[in-house]
């Protein structure tokens, strides 16, 4: 009688992310006049031109004309203007 | 909508917030929990929005981050309150005001009727007050169901009916009944008569043998249209008889009319009191001592409408208007005049479904007054429907 092989079993073949996902941030962009950033850890610089997020794996630099912060919490920042430029800098 | 009116309770300013780093000064914001919103760069400062209540903890936070914080503006209740700390007297009415509204949107303000076309509002809101259902009725006891049953017992030309209070306007919606109309249902042979002495002058015969032409004169009782009819076959048939026979009809008015009429009128002299009225209670407005002897009074009233809603307050004047008896004596003309005007109102309540053909007045003069005589001939509908037995 062949052996049952159990679900876990399967699971654990899987192969594992590249990355760990849970740590990266979590950038939603509505076209570019609105950017939300999840897992900011913190504003580097903020500037009308220029604003740049602290991530935990990275620093977000956005460029653009008449940005501004609209909603600043622990973890999640938003961020509306016109936007022309994404760096992320390491 | 909802955040503007959080904002202006809990209060809220305008600050700049200046320094090297003052986007530190965001981040430790944010990561002790404190709400900041648009916050707009300027050169080496910030200025952004956040609560009062926050506002009073960020001090140490600001000293850590080295930046000097200062209110450009205050927004909120909280800074109108303080404003208008000493005057207590504004508060006392303010709370005193609300509680006032709050009391008064337990009565009933107005009551509006609507769909009645035969019964009459008045009826209707005595039966409502009957119930219960009256201005300045405490709202909250009313059982709106119970009444609308009662009602419909009691009056049996309403169909449908709905009570509904809104806010402190009772609406009364009403559906009347439909009336069957009447139809003659008799299936008894019957013959056309005349009730009254006449000439015949238009015979409109809807079933049976006329007998009588146009023409002819009648007696009162005299068949006119028979409801006795002879077949083809030479057999007798009974019919129902119905017939409108119009006739030229004579009839006499008398009057008597004394030489001395004393009437009484409402002369010039009149005294307006007004009341002012809220709710059911009515508050004296002007003083009037003048009191006449012998008076007729009319009441009107006037409640204040905004916005197609009466509320509870209004004005209600009583005119008392002298009343002058006179005695005056009466002229042979003035006794026709007199004629003419009763008979007009003979003509128009009484005989309002004949013709009037002609009419002559005639006046004599008696010992006590004048005693006037009125011809008319009419023309009028004489026909009468009288069953008969099949046996007679």
Known sequence: MPKK?????????????????????????????????????????????????????????????????????SSCVEIEGFVTDINFLS | MLLKIIRFLRGSVDFTASGKFPERFMNITAKNGVNLWNPVPKKNAIS?????????????????????????????????????????GLFVGAVCGIILCIFLSNFIWSVKISGTEEISNTYLESLLGDNGISVG??????????????????????????????????????????????????????????????????????????????GSGVVNGQILVSGLDETKQGDMRYLRASAKVYAD??????????????????????????????????????????????????????????????????????????????????????????????????EIFTKNKSEVISKQISVKENKDGYRVTTDYIFNENIADQVDFDVTE
């Open chain 2, 48 to 88: 952004a929005s956040m609560y009062l209540s926050d506002y009073k903890k960020i001090r140490i936070l600001a000293r850590k981050s080295r930046v000097k914080t200062r209110i450009t503006t205050r927004h909120g209740l909280p800074f109108i309150i303080n404003r208008y700390k000493k005057r207590t």
């Open chain 1, 5 to 73: 092989k159990r679900i876990a079993d399967k699971n654990e073949r899987l192969p594992s992310p590249m990355f760990d996902m849970g740590t990266m941030p979590y950038i939603e962009m509505l076209g570019n006049r609105r950017i939300t950033v999840e897992g900011s850890t913190g504003i580097l610089l903020y500037d009308s031109e220029s604003i740049k997020i602290n991530t935990c794996k990275t620093v977000i630099s956005f460029c653009g004309r008449g940005m501004t912060l609209k909603c600043i919490s």
């Open chain 2, 137 to 214: 009725v405490w709202k909250n006891n009313l059982d709106t169901d119970q009444i609308e049953r009662n009602i419909q017992l009691k009056c049996d030309d309403i169909r449908w009916m709905s009570i509904n209070i809104t806010g402190s306007l009772v609406t009364v919606e009403v559906k009347e009944t439909y009336k069957k109309p009447k139809f003659d249902t008799s299936k008894n042979p019957c013959n056309v008569k005349a009730v009254k002495d006449g000439v015949i002058t238009r015979i409109q015969a809807y079933n049976g043998r006329p007998v009588v032409t146009k």
């Open chain 2, 249 to 346: 009809i004579t009839e006499q008015q008398t009057l008597s009319i004394p030489k001395k009429v004393t009437y009484s009128y409402a002369d010039e002299n009149y005294v307006d009191r007004k009341n002012f009225r809220f709710l059911w209670l009515d508050f004296p407005c002007n003083l009037a001592f003048e009191n006449y002897d012998n008076f007729v009074s009319t009441v009107h009233g006037e409640n204040l409408f905004i916005n197609d809603v009466v509320l509870p307050v209004g004005l209600k004047i009583r005119t008392d208007r002298e009343l002058v008896t006179t005695e005056n004596s009466v002229s042979k003309n003035k006794a026709e005049e007199i004629a003419k005007a009763d008979c007009i109102l003979y």
